[in-house]
């Protein structure tokens, strides 16, 4: 049923029926096509390509599983991390295949693990697009293996982790890694400038005025930032930071401070160092477009630093983007605050939490409380016409087996559906019923979650709950990168309660 999947991505956008068994994805093995060359030439309809092609062995999987678009727990997170390794280190595809690649037809060669068999892609790259759009992708078994992975979602744009984004070691980038992804973006046509976004790691909080917790972040930052410079990446996302152990104000100038360390020192290039809009109130650093402009004003180099825009986390911090107006209105208020010139990149994710809840909760492109129509705003806006778009959304499935797998043809789906948005009439029948279909498949969801913001909202407007919330506004940051905080601030009995509200919520996820 996986070949179904995969095909069915024009008329189907439902989630993977419950039969199925195994995505093609998830046995495909990371494998060169004829892609990036044809790009160019796709423009025509019925163009064709052949090229044959050399693939070197994938090494085995390093520490660098990786995943996003939810939350986990530390146990929960392992059995993917494993997963990911099971289903991705086990090249045995090696030596030469003949791609015939035509665009109506769409026919890729791509090798499964224990088969010589070919395989469907997911999707192929368009080229007559005017987006960059594409999905944060792993790169388990080295930082080359991003480019296979992305081009098997059709993907024109990409973010990934640079290292184990779990752990604060900084082990030198292997050489023949970053090699091979060089020359893997030249050989498929990845501008990887324009449309790569990495991610940075989640324990990196640039306001801590800690000295020793301080040099240990901004190492990692900086570590990053080097890779990327070496691989020729212009942009590099990051969660601003929390005020946990300082005030806001402080907070802020140390975030520039260390992006002002970061920019001086030669070996991170140019890159620009891209600031992410956060969901959660609280001690979290960026969920007010002012708390972004505060930073901006303190770095020194202005060219060194940018905005990326999350869909998901600015309309759970209260900006509405869903009708044309009110999208408008936000991009004002964007450009009045902060200057829509710092504007790079977006983070593309609907939002299982309504308007203003401050959840980070990523949902399904249309499944949402932002909904489609906001996404026909965001994307037939010409002035991110370029910028990387990248999906967080969420392809956890489990198979028939009640195996859990990531179903990465959601994604690939998904960025056929938004570069098909561009232009389309939204009182046309196309997009009301593709509207309504993922409307009614997020039902169960929205529903779920809207339940849960409302009843907090209940208990908190009630005093005898007031611990608890507080409790509870420590996990949230907690999920925001201030891991190394919590044991350390929580007293005994807020820590159980922030468990318990943790548990009721758990299945929620939080995402970041
Ligand atoms: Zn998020
Ligand atoms: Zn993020």
Redesign the pocket.
Known sequence: MAKDTAESSESSLSPPPEDLIIPAESEVIAKSTAHGRKRKAEATVTTTVTTTKRTKKVPAADANDEKIGTAETPRKKRTTAKNVKHDEDGDDAEGEESTVVKKAVKQKVIRTKNSKEPVQPLEERSADTKLRIGAHVSVAGGVHNAIPNLLHIGANAFAMFMKNQRKWDNPPMDPEHATLFINGCKDHNIEVGDCCLP?SSYLVNLAHPDAERKKQAYDCFQNDLVRCNKLGIRLY?F?PGNANATTREEGIKLIAENLNRAHADPETGSVITVL?TMASLGNTIGGTFEDIAAIISHVEKKERVGVCL?TCHVFAAGYDLRTPETYAEVMKQFDDIIGLEYLMAL?VNDSKAPLASYRDLHARIGTGYLGLRAFHNLVNDERLHGMPMVL?TPVDSVDANGKKFEDKSIWAREIKMLERLVGMDVESDEFKKLEQTLREQGEGERERIGGQVERKKVKDAKPKVVRKKKAKDEENEELDGGKEEKPKRAAPKRKAAAKKVKNEEESADDD?
């Open positions: 991610h996302n969660h992410e999350d983070h967080e970041e």
